[in-house]
């Protein structure tokens, strides 16, 4: 999705895919789990803020959404779906002008597998090794 009036440096828009992850343009592995050397070896920078076998198809499912001003473009999965389930997830990705982001997790399913989350440049990246980031 090309930007209309959002921007994000070095960006032209976003790729959005429904299990978890927003990427600078196509060419990333659709991909409903990863690990980290999938992760830090893509063709084009990303975040993931989620990693999982998400279905925004399902019937009664949220949707993922997208929202831009000239300040910040917002990508959110909006209660989406586990894939086969109804066990919903809640997170949104904000990317800002200036080069800020911000990832937010509101209800997370516990449901299928695990979530996988993080950035990583185009690769291929050194893995630095598990980060503890719940303090």
Avoid: R
Avoid at 47 to 60: I, R, T
Avoid at 97 to 126: D, E, H, I, K, Q
């Amino acid at each position: 999705m090309p930007f209309t009036v959002g921007s994000f440096p070095g960006w032209t828009g976003v790729a959005v895919g429904s299990n978890g992850y927003v990427s600078k343009a196509a060419g990333n592995p659709i991909t409903l789990s990863s690990t980290p050397a999938t992760h830090l070896n893509n063709a084009q920078e990303w975040f993931v803020l989620g990693c999982h076998d998400f279905n925004p198809a399902a019937a009664g499912s949220g949707l993922v959404k997208m929202e831009e001003t000239a300040a910040v473009t917002v990508i959110t999965w909006d209660g989406v779906y586990d894939f086969g389930g109804t066990s919903a997830s809640t997170m949104q990705l904000q990317l800002y002008a200036n080069g800020s982001v911000t990832m937010a997790w509101g209800t997370m399913s516990a449901a299928g597998n695990g979530f996988f989350t993080g950035y990583s440049p185009s690769g291929p990246n050194l893995d630095p090794g598990t980060t503890d980031i719940s303090a």
